[in-house]
């Protein structure tokens, strides 16, 4: 760990025309020399594309053993298969229920965006368009259910999750996921940290109570055109730190690069995609990228992915982290919190479906 050295990061103008495969499994390397090493790949990754694939899966073949199989997952950073695949049979599940029960946890009654959001009433792009998807959003809960309905203070972001009586097992299911990205998002915020030459725990005290916002995403066949120009996910960056996308095998998010030209983000079986988000923009002052991208399904199939948006407690203040701003670089930003950002760009996403009620 190297906090001290002078931070030599400039910002970058250079395209893309692939996004970067990382494997994760030194993350939590004793050796500080291998969180380096992996902090520099990462580092390239954030300066040019703002986006890059994370191996998840574990070596094959692996030693079929109970006690193993949960050690090497650990030390990897990977999430079981299974565990994925539960989470997205409960999504398939719960987007094949009535709309009438859909919208029993309609989001736009909730508070702070949870719940589900019938097609087309999701704005990302603000062009007023309306996506061709169907969501379900949840927020932080304990996994355990003994404390389930405990609420977290999240201040002005605070808002319980919504969850179908119709299925019973839909909650544990989605929140086992929920929780193992939750533990993966935690472990990358250090190498974040490395990657803009911080201390190691530079993020450790604003990660308490992490915002972690994770969507069910369901996307239909779309035809080739739209007569209003909509399509699976309007142009548009993630709000907060970073996101972490599982995505199934069906090609449909594309990322802008720096000519403006979008590159399929190419689904890679056994990775979760990483993105970055606005808030490391705005804690970077733009060295970070916060990449735009969309998706669109053309391919006649339907699409299920799970983002998982995470940011620092909501109540951290969003300034500009030393060695980023200067005389010749000052900073662009209005400091506003976590919560402040998150809160409004949520409600202008959604005004476009409350306009509709
Ligand atoms: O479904 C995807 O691949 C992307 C979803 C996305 O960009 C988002 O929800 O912010
Ligand atoms: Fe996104």
Redesign the pocket.
């Known amino acids: 760990m190297d906090g001290s050295r002078p931070n030599m990061l400039k910002p970058s103008k250079q395209s893309f025309k692939e996004i970067p495969v990382i494997g994760l499994a030194d993350a939590t390397s004793k050796d500080p020399a291998a969180r380096r090493a992996l902090a520099d790949q990462i580092r390239d990754a954030c300066l040019n594309v703002g986006f890059f694939y994370s191996q998840y899966r574990l070596p094959s073949p692996f030693p079929v053993c109970g006690g193993c199989l949960n050690g090497l997952t650990v030390k990897d950073h990977g999430i079981p298969e299974k565990v994925i695949e539960t989470a997205v049979g409960a999504a398939k599940q719960f987007f094949r229920l009535p709309v009438e029960s859909k919208m029993k946890l309609d989001l736009q009654k909730s508070a702070n965006f949870k719940g589900y959001t019938a097609l087309r009433t999701e704005d990302?792009s603000r062009e007023k368009k309306g996506d061709i998807?169907e969501?379900f959003d949840l927020g932080w809960e304990p996994e355990s259910p003994a404390n389930a309905n405990a609420l977290r203070d999240d201040g002005i972001m605070t808002g319980a999750n919504l969850w179908p009586d119709e299925l019973p097992v839909f909650r544990k299911d989605v929140l086992a996921y929920y929780h193992a990205v939750v533990r993966l998002g935690k472990s990358l915020f250090p190498l974040f940290a490395l990657t803009l030459n911080l201390p190691e725990d530079f993020f450790a005290d604003k990660i308490t109570k992490p915002a972690a916002v994770m969507?069910l995403?369901h996307?239909p066949p779309q035809p080739i055109e739209t007569t209003d120009g909509g399509i699976?996910?309007g142009a548009?960056t993630?709000y907060e730190c970073f996101?972490i996308?599982w995505?199934d095998e069906v090609q449909?998010?594309q990322v802008m690069n720096a000519d403006g030209k979008w590159i399929d983000?190419v689904p890679m079986p056994g990775t979760l995609?990483v993105?970055l988000g606005d808030q490391f923009a705005r804690w970077t002052n733009d060295l970070f990228k916060s990449t735009i991208?969309?998706?669109i399904n053309l391919t006649g199939n339907e699409?299920y992915?799970m983002?998982l948006?995470f940011g620092t407690n909501y109540d951290v203040k969003l300034e500009p982290i030393p060695g980023c701003v200067s005389a010749e670089n000052p900073f662009k930003y209005e400091v506003v919190t976590a919560g402040q950002y998150v809160q409004s760009q949520l409600a202008a996403t959604y005004a476009f479906g409350k306009a509709k009620l």
Request: aromatic fraction near 8%; hydrophobic fraction near 40%.
């Open positions: 990302a998807h969501g969507r995403l996307y699976g996910i548009h993630d996101t996308l995505q449909a998010l983000a995609v993105n991208h969309r998706a699409r992915s983002p948006f």
